[in-house]
């Protein structure tokens, strides 16, 4: 059952060298997302096999940063994007772990925060106590890795999960949780680590490698 009152999720990344803890409070947003974006993410982190389930979906919850501390290790951030245009996406450069998706202005109080950040010790027992099911599965199709997993369902982006999302980035702006964040300087407001934005040859090149991975 989602927590009704605030709870928090331990962070880790998978060599435990940057650490840190999620506050929630009953109004996150757990989704799967399949889109094409997120597993060329993986690949860019050349961990594919360990980071999408086996549909190809990437686990991410949608909280304000104010609610995201990084107690350990925050020099090791690193962030890329996969273009010009697109999310910055934070990952640790000690391990290759994501952390989380975000916007490119940091008054916007959005983070995707990535699931494979909650740390080798929270099994999922533990995780969806702490947040509940998978509320829908996005941005397909799903891609079947394992015969054995029962079929699932894959919407564009349903109407109701579209105005749950906007719930929660509301809440953010009301509750001014755009800060502080673990990825951008308070007063400046400029990232904490510089992003790499790949190159259309580089891109293109992780497109491939999502359209024959299996």
């Known amino acids: 059952m989602l927590v009704s009152m605030p709870a928090q999720l ?5 060599c435990g ?4 803890e999620a506050k929630l409070v009953g109004r996150e947003l757990r989704l799967a997302c399949h889109c094409a974006d997120c597993q060329a993410f993986t690949h860019f982190l050349d961990r594919p096999d360990e980071l999408l389930d086996a549909y190809g979906a990437t686990e991410v919850v949608q909280l304000p940063p104010a609610r995201i501390e990084i107690t350990q290790g925050a020099e090791q951030l690193a962030c890329m994007r996969l273009s010009p245009i697109g999310l910055m996406r934070w990952y640790t450069s000690c391990c290759d772990t994501p952390v989380a998706n975000t916007m490119t202005n940091p008054g916007v109080p959005f983070t995707g925060l990535m699931l494979a950040f909650a740390g080798p010790n929270v099994d999922a027992s533990t995780r969806d106590q702490l947040l509940g099911p998978i509320r829908a599965r996005v941005n ?5 890795r394992d015969p054995d997993a029962p079929p ?3 919407a564009k982006f349903p109407l109701g999960t579209i105005l749950r999302s906007i719930q929660v980035l509301a809440g953010g702006w009301f509750r001014n949780e755009h800060t502080p964040s673990p990825f951008f300087d308070g007063t400046t407001g400029a990232p904490r680590a510089t992003p790499r934005v790949l190159s259309e040859d580089e891109r293109e090149k992780l497109r491939e ?6």
Request: hydrophobic share 40%; with cysteine.
């Open 152 to 154: 699932v369902t894959v």
């Open 17 to 20: 060298h940057v650490r840190g």
């Open 209 to 214: 490698r999502v359209l024959t991975w299996a």
């Open 140 to 144: 397909g199709p799903a891609r079947q």
């Open 10 to 14: 331990p962070l880790s990344c998978s």
